[in-house]
């Protein structure tokens, strides 16, 4: 690989660090290369930029707002291959998972380009007329994760921008690169302050979430950072959304056919090697099928393929860095010293890279860690049910509320279901299907507020009404 080269993007322009990072490709531990930490100073100097910028980008009309959020989609896709090889590296995803990855990223930027928000006459009467509309909150603070780095920006750039909002944006120090490549190429369509990206450790994160000069904080990632973003943001009483964690169940009921719907169950579960807030994480199957769904989740998991996501044919990676594979690792141990059966997978096998084999875990105990703790990696408690209410009961026994699927013929039962679960998306026979026009949200635990839909972009507004009545 030839030698790459990441900066800072501030006010429209790349900026050095003296202090660096390193990143490490999860597949092979090896050295990707050296990226930049902003320092306190860059932060202040982003701000300054973006707060600079805002007046002028709010009072830009909505269309060529529109048009240059469009515009980003447009050069994520002629760069395509570029973020595509840069994601497998760094995030260590199949290529087919960063294909999808950066297509999303394209088609959200060009939706959401279609977007906006429309006045609300409450009231016109005579003289006297009254108005509610949507006014954008200054700078936002965007951070985020490292499972689905490109994507989770978009969905926070693209609707903090068309909605006339100006950004710092800091990805997650183990997938920084393709997030600065992308501030580098927004350079070239955004005008200087527009959207600033400063890459740096967990404690730029907070930095950001304290500085004054920040309106609104959106973030994603794990419920318990973001209960001290919460924290911190308090002191301008920030705006926040929060997407956080989740422990999500899948409720498999008697009248399914295992052999058809083994491949989208697995898939819901293990997409991205599990690294998926919205991973199928619980999977109750009720016991009249439960033989039959484990045999035939066997079966299919037997034909997938793991390994470096450049390979051809491999369909799932690596966890993306050690301290989430050591994790993983320690679920595993408590499985083994807690005498659990394996119905496939258990032992971590290889060599180099952080992979962890897809695990089936048989039926363990309601209080096992790996039912309770969000694994966030390839390893999957089966657990028999014969009861409906039983097992809403269990579904909704934990403090996340992000999402669950339910898999029945029955529609009916299905949405009776679905509505006693408490989770903010209830997919119905499939999994993880997103839209820009969709709202997603979690519940309980699993966060504040929308992204996606008109919800979603209203979240980037504050709502200003305007009284009016005739002068004398
Ligand atoms: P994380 O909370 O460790 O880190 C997320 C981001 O927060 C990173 O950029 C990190 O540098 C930053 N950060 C760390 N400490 C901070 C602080 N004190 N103040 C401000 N920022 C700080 O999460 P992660 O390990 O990168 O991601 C995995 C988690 O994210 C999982 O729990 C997963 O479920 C969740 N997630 C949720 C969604 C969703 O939409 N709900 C999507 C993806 C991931």
Redesign the pocket.
């Known amino acids: 690989m030839k030698a790459l080269d990441f900066a800072l993007s501030i006010n429209g322009r790349l900026v050095r660090s003296a202090e660096t990072g390193t990143a490490i490709n999860p597949a092979t531990e090896t050295v990707i290369c050296a990226f930049p930490l902003a320092t306190r100073a860059h932060l202040d100097e982003a701000v300054q930029a973006a707060q600079a910028a805002f007046a002028r980008w709010r009072d830009t009309p909505l269309a060529e707002r529109q048009r240059r959020v469009s515009a980003l989609g447009d050069a994520l896709e002629k760069h395509h291959d570029r973020f595509v090889e840069l994601l497998i590296t760094e995030q260590g995803k199949a290529r087919s998972g960063a294909e999808w990855e950066i297509g999303g990223a394209i088609h959200w930027c060009r939706e959401i380009a279609t977007q906006s928000l429309e006045d609300q006459v409450i009231h016109q009467d005579g003289d006297e007329q009254v108005v509610s509309r949507h006014v954008p909150i200054g700078v936002i603070g965007a951070?985020?994760?490292?499972?689905?780095p490109i994507l989770?920006a978009i969905w926070k750039i693209a609707p903090a921008l068309v909605a006339g909002n100006t950004m710092v944006l800091?990805?997650?120090?183990?997938t920084p690169l393709c997030t600065l490549l992308l501030g580098e190429l927004a350079n070239d369509i955004l005008p200087p302050g527009v959207l600033n990206v400063l890459s740096?450790?967990?404690?730029?994160?907070?930095w950001?979430?304290e500085h004054p000069g920040i309106g609104k904080?959106s973030?994603?990632?794990?419920?318990?950072?973001?209960q001290?973003?919460m924290q911190?943001a308090s002191v301008n009483i920030k705006r926040l959304t929060?997407?956080?964690?989740?422990n999500d169940p899948a409720i498999v009921l008697a009248d399914v056919d295992a052999k058809a719907i083994a491949k989208d169950l697995f898939w819901a579960a293990f997409s991205n090697s599990a690294?998926?807030?919205?991973a199928c994480k619980r999977l109750y199957v009720h016991e009249a099928v439960y033989d039959d769904v484990a045999r035939e989740l066997v079966a299919y998991a037997r034909t997938v393929k793991m390994g470096n996501g450049t390979e051809p044919g491999v369909e799932l990676g690596p966890l993306q860095n050690r301290?989430?594979f050591e994790k993983v690792k320690g679920l595993l141990r408590d499985c083994q010293a807690n005498e659990q059966h394996f119905l496939i997978g258990g032992e971590v096998t290889a060599e180099r890279g952080y992979f962890i084999p897809v695990t089936l875990v048989d039926n363990p105990p309601e209080d096992a860690r790996c039912v309770t703790e969000?694994a966030?990696g390839p390893v999957l408690p089966l657990l028999k049910f014969n009861d409906t209410e039983d097992v809403i009961r269990r579904a909704n026994g934990t403090e996340y509320g992000?999402a669950a699927t339910v898999w029945s013929r029955d529609l009916e039962q299905a949405q009776r279901i679905a509505r006693r679960l408490e989770a903010g998306t209830v997919w119905i026979n499939h999994a993880h299907q997103f839209s820009p026009h969709i709202a997603?949200?979690?519940h309980k635990t699993?966060?504040l507020g929308i992204?996606n839909s008109l919800h979603g972009l209203a979240e980037y507004t504050n709502v200003q009404t305007v009284l009016q009545k005739a002068g004398h």
Do not use: D, H, Y
């Not at 951070?143 to 689905?148: A, L, V």
């Not at 800091?170 to 183990?174: D, L, M, T, V």
């Not at 740096?200 to 907070?206: A, I, M, R, V, Y």
């Not at 929060?242 to 989740?246: T, Y």
């Open positions: 951070i985020t994760p490292w499972n689905f989770l800091k990805p997650s120090p183990f740096g450790g967990n404690e730029l994160g907070q950001i979430t904080i973030f994603t990632g794990s419920t318990a950072t973001g001290r973003v911190s929060l997407e956080l964690g989740g690294q998926f807030c919205v301290m989430q969000e966030f992000l997603f949200g979690g699993s966060g992204e």
